[in-house]
């Protein structure tokens, strides 16, 4: 197969760039890959490309660079088949527009990927025929606003499929967006095996990693482990990562008497090392999408104690088993949980194990398999289609145009051109 | 040997550094050489590469180490050689003393070229978390390897004998206790922690020192050092003091620093409450820090903060 990613900026930091590349890398093994970076902005990407894996772009906001797009006319003007209900929308122009298009009407590939909701309508609207249309969503319908939800229900039924990474953002698409003919698939992120020894769950210390974001709700794990100190101050925290919250989650640390306990460790690239130094591993967010953190900490050997929130940690964490699982926003049944794995180094350390075997779902090896069975089945059913096209309308071509001529009801109420 | 407790300017060390020592962009190249760097918990370091394709190293091979700053030249080479199929392997054993300072890490590959810089790869540094040697120990080596923020891989050296390594410090609103371990020499008779200011006063007089006795048991140290003294002597913007530990009465005093874990810049990881208190000159905020040496000292800031975390 050829396949291709269509991606907001490959040469930035992200979870999406980074599992994007991740997959690309498994599948570019047997098949043909190229990730296609809308914008560009500086020579080399930050994480590592597969040497098989193409990267071009489409757009170069380089300003050194002879290609340098950023003074075309066009690129001042807003865009126009970019949703504008998109968190991305202020960087998409009419040049990226007319680029997209342009690359989408001529894409060579079997199957192209979009990877977020605005350039998943794109390739919804403006990929030649005959190429297979798949839409990741690597966040969730909930978190999107109503008009970002009402563009999507527009475009989305002309995609093959849409692809979340949980079963309950996967159920909710179905609920939601009801897209005739459009499958909805859960497929995990993937997080390769690290490249170092895993935890032997020996170390008195718990870990965290992510933004200081109030998402995070680092002021609920420092609240825990006020609880958990009062009882094994032999016991101490790292946190790793930067963010708004610094500020105030220093205060906190500090008004708790926890600075011999709890640290900020600051950003740190790649992680696997440190979750290595830990026995436990801690997220307390109101809200994970998937929860990459988690499965990374399970990679290292190290059991989770998350919170169940929506949508990920649920679906990735065995309560009880390879991790544990409390409720959101509470202090005290968190510091009960880690306390739990605190004094019981044998449950501590079989949970690890546990967490170790139970994270290699998450191998990109199994993962690009799920993509592959994916993409194979909708293709022969796209083949099967094409047979039978001349004679029959076929309930895909049927249901396609139904969204088709709905979707054009939905943008003309919008006052919107479709493409 | 002691370091010396004037540290450069807080910020700029690294970036600097790194203009004078190789020249290199930000953006990698495939020709980058990466090192995936071990520890184990005698300080001793391993040091793993991948061969870079069609290169042919020699047994001239090495791993040099070039130690920053005007100590011009000096450098440290560890034999390269091959560790199975296109892997390079080299030791840094904790037996080699190694100067304290910041060493930026080459491969010289014996191919006639310049030494290429090293990139870190996967620092695996489990073994350094918690460390605790024998107290016993002659003269204690540290080095923790990390990445500049421009990407390059640097080893922090530190070689200290005696040494006093600073534990959990219990901040009061009226003075802190610190509590640690001494290494490399027992504590006798006249023991004692000493604060120095860093600073002359104006009037040209000595530097003040301020001693409070150490309480030891076996290795374990720990004092109790009240803020008035230090908030008494101060006069304006912020003056650092730094602290000392002398094991007994007319022993060469030894550096109270914080040294035996992987956090190899402690200044923005352990940081502690600043107390108001009240002086002649004024209300200043007294508070201990760690230094960009990690050597452990005490900040008396003036009211307004003009000049906050100022000391380095």
């Given at each position: 197969?050829?396949?291709?990613?269509?991606i907001?900026?490959?040469?930035?930091?992200?979870?999406?760039?980074?599992?994007?590349?991740?997959?690309?890398?498994?599948?570019?093994?047997?098949?043909?890959?190229?990730?296609?970076?809308?914008?560009?902005?500086?020579?080399?990407?930050?994480?590592?490309?597969?040497?098989?894996?193409?990267?071009?772009?489409l757009?170069?906001?380089?300003?050194?660079?002879?290609?340098?797009?950023?003074?075309?006319?066009?690129?001042?003007?807003?865009?126009?088949?970019?949703?504008a209900?998109?968190?991305?929308?202020?960087?998409?122009?009419?040049?990226?527009?007319?680029r997209?298009?342009?690359?989408?009407?001529?894409?060579?590939?079997?199957?192209?990927?979009?990877?977020?909701?605005?350039?998943?309508?794109?390739?919804?609207?403006?990929?030649?025929?005959?190429?297979?249309?798949?839409?990741?969503?690597?966040?969730?319908?909930?978190?999107?606003?109503?008009?970002?939800?009402?563009?999507?229900?527009?475009?989305?039924?002309?995609?093959?499929?849409?692809?979340?990474?949980?079963?309950?953002?996967?159920?909710?698409y179905?609920?939601?967006?009801?897209?005739?003919?459009?499958?909805?698939?859960?497929?995990p992120?993937?997080?390769?095996?690290?490249?170092?020894?895993?935890?032997?769950?020996?170390?008195?210390?718990?870990?965290?990693?992510?933004?200081?974001?109030?998402?995070?709700?680092?002021?609920?794990?420092?609240?825990?482990?006020a609880?958990?100190?009062?009882?094994?101050?032999?016991?101490?925290?790292?946190?790793y990562?930067?963010?708004?919250?610094?500020?105030?989650?220093?205060?906190?640390?500090?008004?708790?008497g926890?600075?011999?306990?709890?640290?900020?460790?600051?950003?740190?690239?790649?992680?696997?090392?440190?979750?290595a130094?830990?026995?436990?591993?801690?997220?307390?967010?109101?809200?994970?999408?998937?929860?990459?953190?988690?499965?990374?900490?399970?990679?290292?050997?190290?059991?989770?104690?998350?919170?169940?929130?929506?949508h990920?940690?649920?679906?990735?964490?065995?309560?009880?088993?390879?991790g544990?699982?409390?409720?959101?926003?509470?202090?005290?049944?968190?510091a009960?949980?880690?306390?739990?794995?605190?004094?019981?180094?044998?449950?501590?350390?079989?949970?690890?194990?546990?967490?170790?075997?139970?994270?290699?779902?998450?191998?990109?090896?199994?993962?690009?398999?799920?993509?592959?069975?994916?993409?194979?089945?909708?293709?022969?059913?796209?083949?099967?289609?094409?047979?039978?096209g001349?004679?029959?309308?076929?309930?895909?071509a049927?249901?396609?145009?139904?969204?088709?001529?709905?979707?054009?009801?939905?943008?003309?109420?919008?006052?919107?051109?479709?493409? | 040997?002691?370091?010396?407790?004037?540290?450069?300017?807080?910020?700029s060390?690294?970036?600097?550094?790194?203009?004078?020592?190789?020249?290199?962009t930000?953006?990698?190249?495939?020709?980058?050489?990466?090192?995936?760097?071990?520890a184990?918990?005698?300080?001793?370091?391993?040091?793993?590469?991948?061969?870079?394709?069609?290169?042919?190293?020699?047994?001239?091979?090495?791993?040099?180490?070039r130690?920053?700053?005007?100590?011009?030249?000096?450098?440290?080479?560890?034999?390269?050689?091959?560790?199975?199929?296109?892997?390079?392997?080299?030791v840094?054993?904790?037996?080699?003393?190694?100067?304290?300072?910041?060493?930026?890490?080459?491969?010289?590959?014996?191919d006639?070229?310049?030494?290429?810089?090293?990139?870190?790869?996967?620092?695996?540094?489990?073994?350094?978390?918690?460390?605790?040697?024998?107290a016993?120990?002659?003269?204690?080596?540290?080095?923790?390897?990390?990445?500049?923020?421009?990407g390059?891989?640097?080893?922090?050296?530190?070689?200290?004998?005696?040494?006093?390594?600073?534990?959990?410090?219990?901040?009061?609103?009226?003075?802190?206790?610190?509590?640690?371990?001494?290494?490399?020499?027992?504590?006798?008779?006249?023991?004692?922690?000493?604060?120095?200011?860093?600073?002359?006063?104006?009037?040209?007089?000595?530097?003040?020192?301020?001693?409070?006795?150490?309480?030891v048991?076996?290795?374990?140290?720990?004092?109790?050092l009240?803020?008035?003294?230090?908030?008494?002597?101060?006069?304006?913007?912020?003056?650092?003091?730094?602290?000392?530990?002398?094991?007994?009465?007319?022993?060469?005093?030894?550096?109270?620093?914080?040294?035996?874990?992987?956090?190899?810049?402690?200044?923005?990881?352990?940081?502690?409450?600043?107390?108001p208190?009240s002086?002649?000159?004024?209300?200043?905020?007294v508070?201990?820090y760690?230094t960009?040496?990690?050597?452990?000292?005490l900040?008396?800031a003036?009211p307004?903060?003009?000049d906050?975390?100022?000391?380095?």
């Open positions: 197969m050829h396949i291709s990613f269509l907001h900026n490959a040469y930035g930091i992200g979870g999406t760039i980074r599992t994007t590349f991740n997959l690309a890398r498994t599948l570019s093994e047997r098949h043909d890959v190229e990730i296609v970076s809308v914008l560009r902005h500086r020579d080399t990407p930050v994480f590592d490309l597969a040497p098989r894996v193409r990267l071009r772009h757009v170069d906001l380089r300003e050194d660079s002879p290609t340098y797009d950023g003074a075309d006319p066009a690129y001042r003007r807003a865009a126009k088949v970019f949703p209900a998109e968190g991305r929308f202020g960087q998409y122009r009419e040049l990226t527009d007319r997209i298009a342009q690359h989408l009407r001529r894409i060579e590939a079997d199957v192209v990927v979009g990877t977020r909701p605005g350039l998943n309508v794109h390739i919804a609207k403006q990929t030649r025929r005959g190429v297979l249309r798949i839409g990741q969503e690597h966040l969730t319908l909930d978190t999107h606003s109503r008009a970002l939800k009402l563009a999507l229900r527009g475009a989305y039924p002309r995609l093959d499929a849409v692809t979340t990474v949980t079963e309950a953002d996967a159920a909710a179905r609920r939601r967006l009801r897209l005739p003919g459009v499958r909805i698939e859960a497929v992120n993937s997080v390769p095996a690290p490249a170092l020894a895993p935890a032997d769950g020996s170390g008195k210390w718990v870990v965290a990693a992510g933004r200081l974001a109030r998402v995070k709700r680092y002021d609920i794990l420092v609240r825990a482990f609880e958990v100190v009062a009882q094994r101050p032999d016991w101490r925290l790292r946190i990562g930067g963010g708004v919250e610094k500020a105030a989650l220093r205060a906190l640390i500090d008004e708790l926890l600075y011999n306990h709890v640290f900020l460790m600051g950003p740190a690239s790649p992680l696997e090392p440190e979750w130094k830990g026995s436990i591993a801690a997220v307390s967010s109101s809200l994970e999408s998937f929860g990459m953190t988690i499965v990374e900490a399970m990679r290292c050997g190290l059991p989770v104690v998350a919170t169940d929130c929506p990920g940690p649920g679906e990735i964490i065995d309560d009880g088993v390879d544990r699982l409390v409720p959101v926003g509470d202090p005290t049944a968190m009960g949980a880690l306390l739990g794995l605190i004094n019981d180094d044998a449950a501590r350390r079989r949970m690890g194990r546990a967490a170790l075997t139970a994270a290699a779902r998450f191998d990109p090896a199994r993962v690009a398999a799920r993509y592959e069975a994916l993409f194979g089945d909708l293709l022969a059913q796209q083949r099967g289609n094409r047979l039978r001349a004679l029959h309308r076929t309930r895909g049927l249901l396609s145009g139904a969204s088709a001529t709905k979707d054009a009801a939905v943008a003309a109420v919008r006052g919107v051109r479709t493409a | 040997m002691n370091t010396p407790t004037q540290a450069p300017a807080a910020g060390d690294d970036a600097a550094a790194d203009a004078h020592g190789a020249a290199r930000t953006e990698e190249t495939a020709d980058d050489l990466k090192a995936d760097c071990i184990d918990s005698a300080g001793g370091l391993t040091f793993d590469l991948n061969a870079p394709q069609g290169a042919h190293t020699t047994w001239s091979a090495a791993l040099v180490l130690r920053r700053g005007d100590a011009a030249d000096e450098e440290v080479r560890l034999p390269l050689g091959p560790n199975g199929a296109g892997r390079l392997r080299a840094l054993p904790s037996t080699v003393a190694l100067d304290e300072g910041r060493w930026n890490v080459y491969a010289d590959l014996g006639g070229r310049a030494p290429r810089r090293l990139l870190p790869g996967v620092n695996d540094l489990r073994s350094l978390v918690d460390r605790r040697p024998l016993g120990i002659g003269r204690l080596g540290v080095r923790i390897p990390y990445a500049t923020k421009l390059n891989m640097v080893l922090r050296s530190w070689l200290r004998g005696p040494h006093a390594e600073a534990g959990d410090l219990l901040v009061q609103p009226d003075g802190m206790t610190v509590s640690g371990r001494l290494y490399g020499a027992a504590p006798g008779p006249g023991a004692q922690a000493e604060a120095r200011a860093r600073h002359a006063p104006e009037d040209g007089g000595p530097r003040a020192t301020v001693t409070v006795p150490l309480t048991e076996g290795a374990a140290f720990s004092f109790t009240p803020y008035a003294e230090p908030a008494g002597h101060w006069r304006r913007g912020t003056e650092p003091w730094d602290l000392w530990l002398r094991p007994a009465e007319g022993a060469r005093p030894v550096r109270i620093a914080r040294l035996l874990d992987d956090v190899h810049d402690k200044k923005q990881v352990f940081t502690y409450p600043a107390m208190v002086a002649a000159a004024g209300e200043v905020r508070g201990p760690y960009l040496d990690n050597d452990l000292a900040r008396v003036g307004a903060g003009a906050g975390g100022a000391g380095a």
